[in-house]
């Protein structure tokens, strides 16, 4: 199958501090990635989608400012993290499907991402 | 899309046969079952997916009831690296603007 990766693999970062994820679909073009957050034994929560060139559809609940989305081409989203704190601590996980392949998508191995 | 129902936990024999139910009773004519797993600390991996009829591939294979209302995914022979927890999801297939809303799945622990 398609591969999908992240990176960084895992990141511990200060309380108030940026935080970015990155997303690449090495073999194929990404039409639309999307981005889930998973707290310790709990399921994948969606917290945006993002088709390339224009801005992420952010689902309810979840912070545009805070969780900031950029997908400026058709192998790259970032999902940055600004002015992180304790309760961001989570494993973030992108996800990418293409329209021309028409498949399902294909995850990332999420990051890790510890606030100290 | 349409809600499932998963068993919290399942236990396994290694080299048995691992079925794995869903279901999902609320499923529309247009919607497809998938089947994601999720080994600990990774991200989810795709195993199958259909729509009316039965479907099999390398890692699984996928039983659909007549009516749709239900499914079994079935692992033949279970490893320990089969350990993971299994996610059944109804969606719409085609597009790449259907997201996919995860429920709590089922922990499938294979037992040496």
Partial sequence: GAVVSQHPSWVICKSGTSVKIECRSLDFQATTMFWYRQFPKQSLMLMATSNEGSKATYEQGVEKDKFLINHASLTLSTLTVTSAHPEDSSFYICSATSDSLNTEAFFGQGTRLTVV | ?112
């Fill in chain 2, 1 to 112: 899309d349409a809600k499932t129902t998963q068993p919290p936990s399942m236990d396994c024999a290694e080299g048995r046969a691992a079925n794995l139910p869903c279901n999902h009773s609320t499923i529309s004519g247009n919607e497809y079952v998938y089947w994601y797993r999720q080994i600990h600390s990774q991200g989810p991996q795709y195993i199958i997916h259909g729509l009316k009829n039965n479907e099999t591939n390398e890692m699984a294979s996928l039983i659909i009831t007549e009516d749709r209302k239900s499914s079994t995914l079935i692992l033949p022979h279970a490893t320990l690296r089969d350990t993971a927890v299994y996610y059944c999801i109804v969606r719409n297939s085609g597009g790449s603007n259907y997201k996919l809303t995860f429920g709590k799945g089922t922990l499938l622990t294979v037992n040496p």
